[in-house]
Antibody, heavy 119, light 111 residues
Framework: QVQLQESGPGLVKPSGTVSLICTVS?????????WGWVRQPPGKGLEWIGE???????NYNASLKSRLSMSVDKSKNQFSLELSSATAADTAVYYC????????????WGQGILVTVSS | QSVLTQPPSVSGAPGQRVTISCTWN?????????VHWYQQLPGTAPKLLIY???DRPSGVPDRFSGSKSGTSASLAITGLQVEDEGDYYC???????????FGGGTKLTVL
């Protein structure tokens, strides 16, 4: 059974960096899948952030690309997100996801972690 | 404003049937890519409900069904239950943005 678990600071100062890790269990991150992030501001809808392949290839949401970085740690079966120059607009629940592909959607989600950007 | 357009809310009585639409412009989504649907119950993470326009993951009741035609898709829920209350999102691949795009979400209320 595949499980994803987000971890990281729940509070980030304005202009700081949102840094999150997703730990994958039940399957190797080397499996032929993309691993990504989706966020949801309080009371609002879902926004796709981006995704990474185990090789390190990435696809980013164009609106976040200039501030975004993702990486993979295969030895720990983890992948991570860094979103720099954070503002209050980045306050959201961040979910890590497994991408099953164009025909299969995001077939596995973490429980989510609330990140608040505030001084 | 989302690339995929959904009604903000729908409602129905227990046992009834409701549908949720998802529409888009052919210039930003086209007709090539599949549509997927997610269910988000209050206080929980989204869960894949329908993938590949019409298919249900293991464990999803057959009360939930999906369809797609041209530049629109629909999610139908029959035999509404109180526990179906929550938010429903459609998703597809946006060729114009080279990434996944979501609808704005539809809040289902079971009266």
């Amino acid at each position: 059974q595949v499980q994803l678990q987000e971890s990281g600071p729940g509070l980030v100062k304005p202009s700081g960096t949102v840094s999150l890790i997703c730990t994958v269990s039940g399957v190797s991150i080397r499996a032929s899948k993309w691993w990504g992030w989706v966020r949801q501001p309080p009371g609002k809808g879902l926004e796709w952030i981006g995704e990474i392949y185990h090789s390190g290839s990435t696809n980013y949401n164009a609106s976040l690309k200039s501030r975004l970085s993702m990486s993979v740690d295969k030895s720990k079966n983890q992948f991570s997100l860094e979103l720099s120059s954070a503002t209050a607009a980045d306050t959201a629940v961040y979910y890590c996801t497994r991408d099953g592909g164009y025909a299969y959607g995001l077939d596995c989600w973490g429980q989510g972690i609330l990140v608040t950007v505030s001084s | 404003q989302s690339v995929l357009t959904q009604p903000p809310s729908v409602s129905g009585a227990p046992g009834q049937r409701v549908t949720i639409s998802c529409t888009w412009n052919s210039s930003n989504i086209g007709t090539t890519y599949d549509v997927h649907w997610y269910q988000q119950l209050p206080g929980t993470a989204p869960k894949l409900l329908i993938y590949g326009n019409t298919d249900r993951p293991s464990g999803v009741p057959d009360r939930f069904s999906g369809s797609k035609s041209g530049t629109s898709a629909s999610l139908a829920i029959t035999g509404l239950q109180v526990e179906d209350e929550g938010d429903y999102y459609c998703q597809s691949y946006g060729s114009s943005v080279s990434g996944w795009v979501f609808g704005g979400g539809t809040k289902l209320t079971v009266l």
